[in-house]
């Protein structure tokens, strides 16, 4: 069974920092065989947004909210991806959630149960 947990959230103030750490799990579970993995967010009321992406290449992506302000990272031998969060701002407060996303030998998303970041302003 896989599972990606969370940790590193909390309550800041504006302009401080976060680091958020996913960890997998699981027998035969490899980040680095997924296509990639994701952070996303969600506010009340408001749609689950992706924040930021590494594809298996090393490709990485971020949302134009968090560019310059957010970096992910991986480490393969720890199973870990990382979200390292600076100047924070208090509409970075959301519960945010790892994503694991392959898709061979089908689609098939894995998410983390979530953590919650409070910025205060």
């Known amino acids: 069974q896989v599972q990606l947990v969370e940790s590193g959230g909390g309550l800041v103030q504006a302009g401080g920092s976060l680091r958020l750490s996913c960890t997998a799990s699981g027998s035969i579970f490899s980040i680095n065989a997924m296509n990639s993995m994701n952070w996303y967010r969600q506010s009340p009321g408001n749609q689950r947004e992706l924040v930021a992406t590494i594809t298996r290449a090393g490709f990485i992506t971020y949302a134009d909210s968090v560019k310059g302000r957010f970096t992910i990272s991986r480490d393969n031998a720890k199973n870990t991806v990382l979200l390292q969060m600076n100047s924070l701002k208090p509409e970075d407060t959301a519960v945010y959630y790892c994503?694991?996303?392959?898709?061979?030998?089908?689609?098939?998303?894995?998410w983390g149960q979530g953590t919650q970041v409070t910025v205060s302003s």
């Open positions: 994503n694991a996303h392959k898709t061979w030998p089908s689609t098939y998303d894995y």
